[in-house]
């Protein structure tokens, strides 16, 4: 095995663990009743100031989120990351003017960070790289 293998195996690594967490994450906000992480997540977005039907917007970013990190292309991997930045500065957000307990409220600025690292490592030379290359203008 070459010196260049492990850090890439071990960022892999990374980006399928943060895309199980927020699998995890996204199916549990589609579910009616209690979670692992306590009641219902249709109760804890009304008691957050937001509608129940929220969380079905919250947890399909996520899972786009988790399946765009999987994919081995720097495009997709930064689409997905920055797309968990936006959800988790609301998360982040929403938990700071509740006033939410330190318990509660650790994982979504541990993974803010991660994601934002992870956005940042991805972050695309050109901004038309971004784009599809069937619609991309051409470079001046």
């Keep these: 095995m070459t010196t260049h293998a492990w850090p890439r195996q071990l960022m892999t690594s990374l980006y ?13 906000k589609f579910l009616p009743g209690e979670t692992l992480f306590g009641p219902p997540y249709a109760e804890k977005f009304v008691e957050w100031g937001y509608p ?9 970013l996520e899972l786009v989120s ?29 938990h700071i003017v509740n006033h939410d307990g330190w318990g509660e409220s ?11 690292v992870l ?15 069937s619609i991309r203008p051409a470079a001046h």
């Excluded at 399928?16 to 549990?28: C, D, M, Q, R």
């Excluded at 650790?106 to 934002?116: D, F, K, N, Q, R």
């Excluded at 956005?119 to 290359?133: H, K, S, V």
């Design 16 to 28: 399928v663990l943060l895309a199980l967490e927020f699998t995890v994450g996204a199916i549990t």
């Design 52 to 60: 129940s039907w929220m969380r079905f917007v919250v947890g399909a």
């Design 66 to 94: 988790a399946i765009l990190l999987v994919i081995p292309r720097r495009r997709t991997r930064f689409l997905g990351a920055t797309t968990l930045v936006f959800v988790l500065t609301g998360a982040v957000t929403t």
């Design 106 to 116: 650790i994982a979504a600025p541990t993974h803010l960070v991660i994601a934002g």
């Design 119 to 133: 956005a940042l490592a991805n972050w695309p030379a050109d901004w038309r790289d971004l784009l599809p290359a």
